[in-house]
């Protein structure tokens, strides 16, 4: 499969520190040579801020709609956008290039996302970008203008550190919640998408996973996923929706063991959700060829 990785190497807007490292660190790594060896083909494209720092919702915005163009241009070619990303409002520019008003969202993270100015304990711009996806935050500065997800064709999973207004927010908005890879309420999640979407696109932040196999990220919360888990659950989910893109985000690399146990672990899950698109692709054109 021809793979476009996207790099957006930026914390809130901000390069050279933190989770802004890391998309640099998986691509120098090995992540590309780790695709190929694969069989995939992959190249690299650079998303760059458009304009001087001036604001965190100013300069996400800018970065979001530049790398909704990358992704357009990607899939138009027949590329699959892979996206290695600082932040999770990668997302805004992934939705809007696949095309958010058909497009479901699979979000694996262990926080929910889902704040909103009115809501966040904290007023961290990063904890808002699933409800800026579906317009339930900052609509004017990015769904009115770019389009908004339906907030019922997403599913949250593995979610454990939860705000009270996230998960007011999930339920009623119809956003389908499972606390686990193979939970309950993952089943009839996938059914009520299958009418509202063409696509999926698959947001992972790494954070999701367990410590044990992903130490350096910023909010690290016990008690998570298994890389086999999200691989298993993209796998279900390939099977259901086309999968028209992929990200993975939040690995600080300041914060990595000396194993660099989190580098790993990122190139290789990304490797394994690619290799399960790939063969997703696979058996439904031979469906077709069957038909």
């Not at 769904?143 to 593995?158: C, F, L, S, T, Y």
């Not at 996923?225 to 990200?247: D, F, M, R």
């Not at 490797?271 to 469906?287: F, H, Q």
Request: glycine share 14%.
């Amino acid at each position: 499969m021809r793979i476009t990785v996207l790099s957006v190497p930026y914390d809130l807007g901000r390069e050279g520190e933190g989770v802004a490292l890391g998309p640099g660190r998986y691509l120098d790594g090995g992540l590309v040579a780790a695709l190929c060896e694969r069989g995939h083909q992959a190249s690299v494209v650079a998303v760059e801020r458009p304009e001087p720092f001036t604001d965190e919702l100013s300069a996400v915005v800018g970065i979001a709609r530049v790398l909704a163009g990358e992704a357009r241009r990607a899939v138009a070619s027949g590329s699959f956008p892979l996206v290695a990303g600082g932040n999770c409002n990668v997302a805004l520019g992934m939705t809007a290039g696949l095309g958010p008003a058909d497009t479901a969202v699979v979000w694996f993270d262990a926080h929910g996302d889902y704040n909103t100015p009115q809501t966040t304990p904290s007023g961290f711009l990063d904890g808002m970008p699933l409800a800026m996806a579906t317009g339930r935050a900052h609509g004017d500065a990015w769904a009115q203008k770019m389009g908004a997800v339906d907030p019922r064709a997403v599913i949250h999973i593995g979610g454990r550190d939860l705000d009270p207004g996230e998960v007011e927010g999930f339920a009623a908005d119809g956003v389908h919640v499972v606390t686990g890879a193979g939970g309950e309420g993952g089943e009839g999640g996938l059914a009520a998408l299958a009418p509202l979407a063409a696509r999926a696109y698959v947001h992972v932040d790494i954070d999701v996973l367990d410590l044990a196999v992903a130490p350096g990220v910023d909010f690290p919360s016990p008690g998570g996923l298994t890389p086999e888990e999200v691989v298993a659950a993209t796998t279900v989910i390939a099977a259901a929706l086309p999968v028209a893109g992929l990200s993975v985000t939040s690995y600080d690399p300041s914060r990595d063991d000396a194993r660099g146990t989190t580098l790993a672990t990122g190139i290789d899950l990304m490797c394994r959700l690619v290799d399960t698109v790939a063969s997703a692709r696979r058996s439904r054109r031979d469906a077709t060829r069957l038909q």
